[in-house]
């Protein structure tokens, strides 16, 4: 099945060019006061786009009595009239949006998020690749990020996008800052690149921000441009993951020890404004040590594997960026038991996984 929605994601959130809801309104007769009539029109905000007219059975109506709308609230449509009319006129609304849910609307989405049925259809062991620590695939799939616990990024340029057989060159980076290169996070457009630090008992943590002269060109990165505050995150809490979404101004992110982290930035794209910590606790209740995660394009789905265990964990959600209370499945990967990454592309076509044996895997996700 095709999806005949035109969607694109966008920094984890979901956008529709055009969303395009019809709806029909009906403006009863006795609820008219003081000339006006406030009805509910689900979809709609109070900035979004909407074309209104009366259903063709009530035009002669709907014009004698000058009736406009005069409001456009959420989920809400103001109309105005001159005269009150005598009897209830159908109108026809349609909606259009180009802007971004807090929570993901349906329908969704082109590929089941089920890890289950994914097929492992593609490995390699490319050059310079031994302790890994993190994945990265950018937004135009053309480039794959691996940290190594040396401090060192490599970068693979992969000639074509999302295919792990085409042609790869390397180069690598040092984005050390303090103790150690955790995780790395490409901006949509590869003009910034983001570091986590920090390793070992006790140790703070911080997230780096460097700008890229030449887009998703690690060669090119400058020095730190930003630095988050200090997060006082005890032994064990670094953060081992995070990901961006809602227009860069929030960050989703993972404790070694098992706890999923979000905070907020006061400027959209700027890491020094970090602010309003809040922990998800899932310590325990699936894997100790189950930090690497990656978050479907949903942000229902959540994908984890861990240190110490074989196989891959699926947390499903009923709320959107919120695992605390998510269920459980769980799929056998038949890898190698140290695994130190997992990526979701961000149409949730691909999962990338690189294991400690120096070998990156892809598995591609059903289409519906």
């Known amino acids: 099945m095709t999806n005949t929605l035109n969607k694109i994601m966008h920094n984890g959130d979901e956008y529709m060019l055009p969303r395009q809801k019809a709806l029909v309104i009906t403006l009863t007769s ?38 406009y709308c005069s409001a456009q609230g959420t989920d809400s449509l103001t109309f105005t009239c001159d005269s009150t009319p005598a009897s209830d006129i159908e109108v026809n609304v349609l909606v259009l949006s180009a802007e971004a849910w807090s929570t993901p609307p349906t329908p969704w989405p082109q590929y089941s998020p089920d890890i289950t049925t994914a097929t492992q259809d593609q490995s390699v062991q490319p050059t310079y690749i031994s302790n890994n620590r993190c994945i990265e695939v950018s937004s135009d799939g053309c480039h794959i990020l691996l940290t190594h616990e040396n401090w060192l990024v490599y970068e693979h340029t992969l000639s074509i996008p999302f295919d792990l057989t085409s042609t790869i060159t390397s180069q690598t980076a040092n984005l050390i800052v303090w103790t150690n290169t955790n995780c790395v996070v490409y901006s949509d457009d590869g003009s910034y690149i983001y570091v986590s630090d920090g390793y070992g008992s006790g140790q703070t943590a911080y997230i780096t921000q460097r700008a890229l002269s030449t887009p998703f060109d690690i060669s090119t990165a400058w020095a730190v441009i930003k630095t988050s505050p200090w997060i006082p995150w005890t ?134």
């Open 30 to 67: 006795a609820w008219w006061s003081n000339n006006e009539q406030t009805v509910t029109a689900t979809w709609v905000t109070a900035n979004n786009s909407i074309i209104v007219s009366p259903a063709p059975t009530y035009i002669s109506d709907y014009t004698d009595a000058k009736i």
């Open 235 to 368: 032994a064990d809490h670094w953060i081992w993951w995070f990901r961006f979404y809602n227009n860069w101004t929030k960050i989703i992110g993972a404790y070694r020890s098992g706890y999923i982290v979000s905070a907020t930035l006061s400027t959209a794209w700027d890491i020094s404004t970090m602010w309003t910590i809040t922990v998800q606790t899932i310590q325990g209740q699936y894997w100790n040590y189950g930090q690497w995660f990656a978050i479907g394009p949903t942000w229902m789905d959540c994908y984890m594997v861990a240190e110490y265990e074989s196989d891959i964990a699926q947390l499903t959600t009923t709320n959107a960026y919120d695992f605390s209370n998510a269920t459980k499945t769980t799929r056998s990967a038949s890898l190698s038991w140290n695994k130190f990454w997992i990526k979701v592309t961000n149409d949730g076509k691909y999962c990338f996984i690189a294991t400690q044996n120096w070998t990156i895997y892809r598995y591609s996700f059903q289409e519906l």
